[in-house]
Structure formats: C-alpha cells, structure tokens
C-alpha cells in the first residue's frame, strides 16, 4: 500500500509518461519508442509508473531495463449491501435482538460517525452491513518491457512457490481483531491521514447538524411569527445541505474501508472532502443561527 509520498511520485511518474508518450511537432528526437507507446495505452500503467519512479525518472536506465515477470493473480471482489438502519428497520429484515444489540455496540464504538438521528421522525439509526457476498476471481498474466540495450544476456529464473500468493488470501481474511489493532495504531498505517482528515470532517458534519435541528425545535416551539418561520425555513435548508454532505463523506469513508484509503482513488477521497468543506463552511451555517436569534429577539 502506497505512503503519502509514494502515491505523489507515482502520480508524477503517470503524469511524465503521459507527456513523453505524445508526439512531439518538431522535436521529433524525443518522441517516446513505439514499443514504449504502445505498452503505455494497453499495458498495465500503474506498474510501468512505478518502474519509472523506482529509477529515479532517470529515462535512460529506465528503458534500458528488461523487465520479465509471471504474475499469478488472486483477487476477491467483495460486495457490501450498507446503509442507515433503525432497530425496527432491522428487525424487520430478520434480525434477532442479540444481533442488533451487537451492531448499535458496534456502531457506537466506532464513533459518532456510524450512528444518528433521523432527521423525520428524530429515531436512532445506525451505519450496518445488511450484506456481504463475494467472488474469487484468478488470472494469470505474462508482461514483458522490451528493452533499448539488450542487457540482459540469461534468462531471469522465478520462484514460483505458492507462499508467493498468500498476501491475497490474508488480505480476503481480514477479521474485526485485526481492524480493532489497526485503530489502536493508528500512525503506523499509512492510511491514517486520510482516514483522519475524512473523519474529521464527518465528526464536524454531525455536530453541526444536531446543533441546527436543537434550535429549529427551539424556534418552532417558543415562536409563531413569519419572521420565525423565515429563519425555520433557512436552518431547515442548511441541514438537508449538511445531510447531504455527510452522505458525501459517507459513501467516501465505505470506499475507502473496501478498497483502501491509498489506492488510485486517493484523489477522489480527498477532493470528495475538500468539497465538503467548501460547500459547508461552518460560519456559513452559523450565521442562520445567529440570525434567528437576533431577529426573534428583535420580535
């Protein structure tokens, strides 16, 4: 799993190859090899990326490289059914008591981030996993990076052993001990900083949200004014936004648990949150609150 600083020289080494690979109008001396063009639009990008940033994006070692390798590949593609549940909800689909004890324990463990108020009718809900199923999926594949100087005068020898292929099958066994060692560990993970940043940012979502919707009950109950009912109005605007936003950072936080904070859509992640910020400034927010108070006041 790529670092902060992997990731950013990864996407540099995919950002130089993608400018080297296209011709040029009259350097033509700097054009990129066919063969180097062609492996670039149908191989596999995020390794030749890597080999470019494994050699320091130094292009002449890069090419110079003959790179053979036999990759056997085990992937489990697993699909989750999420979403916000109340017990009635759950019980409902068949679920026993003991099971939806078990999951607002869970839930409330996790932070405030897997549980909430129903914003219609004010009942517990709660961030579950209804479903889980998943498919194995093998495939094996041959590459082959043509080199500029043959260097390499004997054929590479493999260790083709299967205790080569056992990181899939962990990973495809994960447990809730392992997730819980993780939390307690946070910074020798190098997800932590994403996963902070987006947590961060649903922490802050939530308490707005229950701060908004405590005074327009505030409001509803002590007033009954059509300045009142303005600022209800307003308040009651800015939480479906904030809603909104969190279920941003929702289906954020969920891609990320299944396919990992610092993979190629790493990114996204972090543009999904900087839009949130942006769109949910907290002054923003609290400017209605104060407006409300002063003009209830006023009246």
């Given amino acids: 799993m790529l670092n902060y600083v992997q990731a950013k020289l990864h996407l540099a080494a995919k950002s130089r190859l993608n400018r080297w690979v296209k011709p040029h109008a009259r350097a033509k001396h700097l054009d990129a090899p066919e063969w180097l063009v062609k492996e670039w639009r149908e191989g596999n990008k995020a390794d030749i990326a890597a080999l470019l940033a494994h050699h320091n994006f130094n292009k002449e070692t890069f090419l110079s ?14 699909t989750k059914e999420q979403g916000w549940y ?32 129903n914003q219609y009718d004010g009942l517990d809900e709660f961030w579950v996993t209804v479903k889980e199923k998943g498919k194995k999926v093998e495939s094996m594949t041959y590459e082959e990076l043509h080199t500029k100087e043959a260097e390499a005068k004997e054929d590479p020898t493999f260790n083709m052993g299967d205790e080569k292929f056992g990181m899939i099958d962990a990973q495809a066994a ?22 902070e940043a987006l947590k961060k940012v649903m922490d802050a979502l939530i308490s707005r949200t229950g701060k908004l919707r405590q005074l327009v009950r505030e409001l509803e109950s002590k007033y009954d004014d059509p300045a009142a009912a303005a600022c209800i109005n ?20 969920c891609t990320g648990e299944a396919e ?31 407006h409300a108070r002063v003009t209830c006041a006023y009246y």
Avoid at 91 to 98: A, F, K, M
């Fill in 65 to 78: 490289k003959l790179l053979i390798s036999v990759k056997k590949q085990q992937k489990i593609e697993l």
């Fill in 86 to 117: 109340s017990e009635s909800e759950l019980s409902e689909l068949g679920w026993s008591q003991n099971r939806i004890r078990g999951a607002k324990e869970k839930c409330q463990a996790l932070g405030s981030a897997f549980f909430r108020k």
């Fill in 174 to 195: 994960r447990t809730d001990a392992a997730r819980k060692a993780g939390d307690a560990n946070p910074k020798q993970h190098s997800t932590w900083q994403s996963k």
């Fill in 234 to 253: 307003s308040l009651k605007s800015q939480v479906a936004k904030v809603d909104g936003a969190f279920d941003k950072c929702s289906t954020a936080w």
């Fill in 260 to 290: 990992g904070f610092f993979t190629d859509k790493l990114l996204i992640l972090i543009s999904i949150v900087m839009d949130v910020q942006r769109k949910t400034k907290t002054d923003h927010c609290f400017d209605f609150v104060d």
